[in-house]
């Protein structure tokens, strides 16, 4: 036996992904006396700069915002007691097709290799026991999702032992109603095109693939407060509109696909620590 602890690593491509996908494990595990690494991949400098300027205006100073991203981050960990958090720091690649994604140093031009090594030494510093990540596809197609799921694949390679390992996810009966959740809080939204609809029908996965339902709701608050700490990007943050309560009724269970596993804990489980303590 080892008096190690126990120990969850979480890899998110930007400040503020922490908050979305995973805010509820990482606060429910650090609760229990679990060890929460953060990896954060990206700077957020593609973000909305102060008084909601947008990348591409003039007035958009992408490190500036970078600077104040980061120290959003850091209110965001000390909400969901992240016991360490370790940034990459590589350049935020914007989404899909913008000219940033050719930038000089952006994460979507760096070679797999040079991420999955420098990743690879922080697993091999903190060796955990659980590793979460996106799909191959980064959830929705961000270029910066689909590296960091890239680079953790790699970087797994590189190591041993092996963790478990999640991607994030969500069931498409909650994607049904999310629907419903923003026409309920007055957002507009317009029929998408054919191509939008179809791309959108991909993300999340039908509830019986999912492995992994996380009951989350009694850290439901913390999770809505470490969103809250990212207030520079509060218009792209719909769910803070949501309010307190009505976020915890909606947001009260984590799904994850179970990727990598050598505990031989059955499925479904309701535990990413499952056949490990």
């Not at 009260?252 to 505990?263: I, N, S």
Request: charge should be negative; proline fraction near 7%.
């Amino acid at each position: 036996m080892t008096d190690r602890p126990l120990t969850l690593m979480a890899v998110h491509a930007h400040p503020d992904d922490e908050a979305t996908g995973t805010g509820g494990v990482l606060a429910r595990y650090a609760a229990e006396g679990i060890r929460t690494v953060l990896v954060t991949c990206t700077d957020g400098g593609c973000g909305d700069g102060p008084g909601g300027v947008k990348p591409g205006d003039p007035e958009h100073d992408p490190a500036a915002v970078a600077l104040m991203r980061r120290q959003e981050l850091e209110a965001s960990c000390e909400v969901l007691k992240i016991s360490d958090l370790e940034m990459l720091d590589y350049a935020d690649s914007g989404m899909m097709g913008w000219p940033s994604n050719e930038a000089p140093g952006a994460f979507w031009q760096t070679p797999v290799e040079e991420g999955a090594a420098r990743l690879a030494e922080l697993m091999r510093h903190y060796r955990p026991d659980v590793v979460v990540t996106y799909d191959e596809n980064g959830f929705y197609g961000h270029p910066d999702h689909i590296q960091a799921h890239r680079i953790t694949m790699a970087a797994l390679e590189m190591i041993e032992p092996d963790p478990k390992v999640y991607w994030t996810t969500m069931p498409r009966s909650m994607m049904g109603r999310f629907g419903e959740i923003m026409r309920e809080f007055g957002e507009d939204m317009p029929e998408p095109d054919p191509a939008e609809a179809a791309e959108m029908a991909k993300i999340g996965l039908p509830d019986d693939e999912i492995t992994t339902w996380v009951d989350t709701t009694a850290f439901s608050g913390q999770k809505f407060d470490a969103l809250a700490a990212h207030a520079s990007q509060g218009e792209n943050i719909f769910f803070l509109r949501m309010g307190k309560e009505r976020f915890g009724e909606f947001m009260g269970v984590e799904t994850f696909v179970r990727v990598q596993d050598a505990t031989g804990a059955a499925l479904p489980e309701n535990d990413l620590f499952a056949g490990l303590r």
